[in-house]
Structure formats: structure tokens, C-alpha cells
């Protein structure tokens, strides 16, 4: 998903797509630790996009954008 269309998302939808995006990065967790995982830089990425959708959060709130 483009960042301008994550923006553009509403407080609701992107609580959950946070909320989805902290399961994956323990599931992919899960699998690091069981062997399992192929691609390991699979977590660095999801990690940037919870980073991500934190700062829009926090842009939000503060009134930035």
C-alpha cells in the first residue's frame, strides 16, 4: 500500500491494520524462533510499517496533517 493511501486511512481501519500488522511480526517471530522463516528480512519490514502507521497516528493526534 502506497504511504499517501495509508495516510488516508481512517482512525478505526488503521487501528486495525496495526493491530493485524503487531500479530504478523509475532507470528514471523514465532517462525524465526522455530526455524521456519525463509526470509528473515520479512521483520525489518514489517517493523517499519507499524513505525509507520504509528507516526501517521501521532500526526493525527498532534494536528500536523
Known amino acids: 500500500m502506497k504511504i ?3 495516510r488516508s486511512l481512517g482512525d478505526e481501519e488503521m487501528h486495525a491494520r496495526l493491530d493485524e ?3 504478523e511480526l509475532f507470528n514471523l517471530r514465532f517462525r ?10 520479512e521483520i525489518p519490514k514489517v ?12 500526526e493525527r493526534e498532534l494536528g500536523i496533517r
Open 4 to 6: 499517501e493511501e495509508e
Open 21 to 23: 500488522a503487531y500479530e
Open 32 to 41: 524465526l524462533a522455530t526455524r521456519q522463516l525463509v526470509n528473515h528480512r
Open 47 to 58: 517493523k517499519k510499517r507499524i513505525a509507520r502507521m504509528k507516526t501517521f497516528l501521532r
